[in-house]
């Protein structure tokens, strides 16, 4: 298993409080990302970081602001949750090959959040 | 808006048949890739296959590529209990961002 961690695996927060969801990875791969799992919509881009303080918009970004100030760690923060962020969120890292000019994604196992 | 799109939503097949699962996407891609969900778990990578590819294979697994069409499928041959999972194709439309599909649920019955 690549080494990712989510935490908190689980939450259960109530409507207008700020949340922080961490991913932690051992690899010291350059990029990672957050995505959102919801039923009927697959998983959606949120943002993403292709360097310490280097951070990009994905599709579903409104919300949501990230932080990366270590390589290894990579913050996805609800400034105000609210009932429709109720999702499973999943950090993945990438190796971007310069020889292929693309790579693969090595997930975490989700933080299941619940807003109320 | 979602890059790529699955099809069919849901599978069910017997052990032994092979399955077939397709996703058609918007835009020109660098390559298009291949994950598996288990139920609860995160997704991890099946196959890959570049934008000048058309064909791929790896063990039991089959990805095609028709860029004129913007589809791609693929097939798990002599299907398992075990492949049982969610199927997503995920899109790269530069090296490094990635776009998933809505998935195909598989159900191999024993």
């Known amino acids: 298993d690549a080494g990712i961690t989510q935490s908190p695996r689980h939450k259960v927060t109530e409507t207008g409080t700020p949340v922080t969801l961490r991913c932690h990875q051992t690899?010291?791969?350059?990029?990672m990302y957050w995505y959102r799992q919801d039923p009927g919509h697959g998983l959606r881009l949120i943002h993403y970081s292709y360097g310490v303080k280097d951070t990009d918009k994905g599709e579903v970004s409104d919300g949501y602001s990230v932080s990366r100030s270590k390589t290894e760690d990579f913050l996805l923060t609800l400034e105000s949750a609210t009932s429709s962020q109720t999702s499973v969120y999943f950090c993945?890292?990438?190796?971007?090959?310069?020889?292929?000019?693309?790579?693969?994604?090595?997930f975490g196992e989700g933080s299941r959040l619940t807003v109320l | 808006s979602q890059q790529g799109e699955e099809d069919p939503q849901a599978l069910s097949i017997q052990e032994g048949e092979n399955a077939t699962m397709n996703c058609s996407y918007k835009t020109s891609i660098n390559n298009l890739q291949w994950y598996r969900q288990n139920s609860g778990r995160g997704l991890v990578h099946l196959i890959l296959?570049?934008?000048?590819?058309r064909e791929k294979h790896s063990g039991r697994l089959r990805v095609t590529l028709d860029t004129s069409k913007k589809s791609s499928s693929l097939l798990i041959t002599a299907s398992r209990a075990a492949d049982t999972a969610s199927y997503f194709c995920a899109t790269a439309l530069t090296g490094n961002q990635f776009y998933f599909g809505t998935g195909t649920s598989l159900t191999v019955i024993p």
């Open positions: 296959i570049r934008s000048n590819e």
């Open positions: 993945a890292i990438s190796l971007l090959l310069v020889l292929t000019g693309t790579g693969e994604l090595f």
């Open positions: 690899e010291n791969h350059r990029y």
